[in-house]
């Protein structure tokens, strides 16, 4: 059975600091010398300081030294992950984002945005002090999103996570969209008479799904000074590529790339009705496109990702292809009307 792996480094604190941040947790440290010591590495005057590193499970263990004596004078260039010997070290997270974000507020950045093997882990290899490479192994449930980005601020609008809170703003800029999203979501919903206490408990289920990464559901507002204008202009909506509601699905392929190598699934709509926060409609369809694909390119971990919409939905899938998206797959949920496009 493994016991541990043994890393010596010239500083110690840089080294401990790096593997806390990515969750271990550090003992006290401590001095070693005499005979033993000395017998065990095969060098005489040995004095080295230490610390113990623990996984939070206490299964896992990395002891990082520095030896204060003697002194090593070879060659301390970082390998290439390449390199022949024993090269890095691995940690599976439950959050690749968030480790990441903790390393970066030291000064680390990985060597390439994560990315995914099969339907295993999202994986990442991240250089630390003096030639320390560990890979960073976030396995992967394909029935939620994992971590997703809360906010994003862009081309004056303002995503965040939508709330019961935003019932009755939500709720207006449904009814001012009825007739379009009668299509768009291919039910007939909203029911005539669909009132705000409806609203507001479909509100509450979407922001429990967000809370779960079932789904994240995501409200669209102007961005003003120092906040958000106080109407809804739209509704993002992102879904792993195996909810449920997807599994059952009819998937066609009619572009080049995989249905398991998709990640997310994207589908949105914009406020109709002249509001005079949203502008035009198709100004601000293409507006929140384009905060979209700056959010998910440099947000979202290198996870595929495809916009969805209704076939009939032409005021939304025409303005899809001239942003150069292109139709991946045709999608038939069960229980409704027509065929969904998904371009990527």
Known sequence: MLDHVGVVV??????????????????????IEGEWVDAVNGLDGVRARMVWLSTPDGRAHVEVSTYLA????????????????????????????????????????????????????????????????????????????????????????????LTVQDAEADHAAVMDTVEQLRVWEGTGWPEPGFSVEENRAELADLQQRHLDRRACTYTVRAAVENGEGPDALGCVYAFPSAATFLARSEVSTVGEVAWEDVDVLVYFWVRGGGNEQAGGQAELQA?????????????WGGRRIVYVTHEDCNWQLDPLRDAG???LFRLREPGKSGQWRVLG
């Open 10 to 31: 010239r500083e110690l604190e840089p080294a401990v600091r790096f593997l806390e941040a990515l969750g271990l947790q550090a003992g006290e440290p401590m001095e």
């Open 287 to 299: 507006r929140l496109l384009a905060a979209l694909r700056a959010w998910f390119e440099t947000e």
């Open 325 to 327: 998206l292109a139709e």
């Open 70 to 161: 003697p002194e090593y004078a070879g060659d301390t260039a970082p390998l290439p992950p390449n390199a022949p010997g024993l090269r890095h070290l691995t940690f599976r997270v439950p959050d690749l984002d968030a480790a990441l974000a903790a390393v970066r507020e030291q000064g680390f950045v990985p060597i390439a945005p994560p990315r995914r093997y099969e339907d295993v882990f999202r994986l990442v290899y991240l250089p630390g002090p003096e030639g320390l490479l560990v890979e960073l192994a976030e396995p992967l449930d394909r029935t939620r999103l994992g971590v997703a980005p809360q906010t994003w601020r862009s081309h004056g609008l303002v995503l965040r996570p």
